[in-house]
């Protein structure tokens, strides 16, 4: 079974919209960590956030804001205000206290329309 | 500090011959991952390195490939004989435990 699910394959917005890029997880620790990677067109993967399991508070960073639920094991990341810059894959991990291996979902791929 | 460094960046070479791809962690990171990209079957996790050692390597395809890290600051994932099916992005990555992982900018190798 996947430890990280996101159902979501591609998504496009117009410019400007609000979008909100799904991740679902599976694990029976108490302790992880979750994760979300951008790869943009050029290829690398580029980190943007970490969360342990033990703080439900939501980030905030810019235009990006990450909800963490443990109630429904989402971690959900939102970008406000789209713009073009954000057209990338963005990934969802997470990592458990029994071992330091990553489990990445399959990937969103997001387009933003100008 | 100077991110995960891999070389080469782009490998081209024929069916059969052996490829050989190297990495260099971040200093004082403690584990090293290798990880395959394709469209096909998206981001795969082929070997993983605690402290230089290999802790598991499921993710291995099959013999031709083995990876070693001789050294904290040194890996290489190596391909002999190589075959067209291999072609992919290749991923270095290095964290300390638990935390994110650091990406190099990988290898892009094409087997003709």
């Known amino acids: 079974a996947q430890k990280v699910t996101q159902a979501q394959t591609e998504i496009s917005v117009v410019e400007k919209e609000d979008v909100t890029l799904d991740c679902v997880y599976e694990?029976?620790?108490?302790?992880?960590?979750l994760f979300w990677y951008k790869q943009p067109p050029s290829g690398e993967l580029v980190f943007l956030i970490r969360?342990?399991?033990?703080?439900?508070q939501n980030e905030i960073s810019g235009r990006y804001s990450w909800n963490f639920q443990k109630s429904t094991s989402s971690f959900n990341f939102t970008i406000t205000a789209s713009q073009v810059v954000d057209s990338a894959v963005y990934f969802c991990a997470l990592s458990e206290n029994t071992g330091n291996q990553f489990y990445f979902g399959t990937g969103t791929s997001l387009t933003v329309i100008p | 500090d100077a991110g995960v460094i891999q070389s080469p960046r782009h490998e081209v070479t024929e069916m059969g011959q052996e490829v050989t791809l190297r990495c260099k962690p971040i200093?004082?990171?403690?584990?090293l991952f290798w990880y395959r990209q394709t469209m096909m079957r998206g981001l795969e996790l082929l070997i993983y390195f605690n402290n230089n050692v290999p802790i598991d390597d499921s993710g291995m395809p099959e013999d031709r490939f083995s990876a070693k890290m001789p050294n904290a600051s040194f890996s290489t994932l190596k391909i002999q004989p190589s075959e067209p099916r291999d072609s992919a992005v290749y991923f270095c990555a290095s964290s300390r435990q638990s935390y994110e992982q650091y990406f190099g900018p990988g290898t892009r190798l094409t087997v003709t």
């Open positions: 200093s004082g990171h403690n584990s």
């Open positions: 969360r342990n399991s033990f703080d439900e």
């Open positions: 694990t029976r620790d108490t302790t992880y960590y």
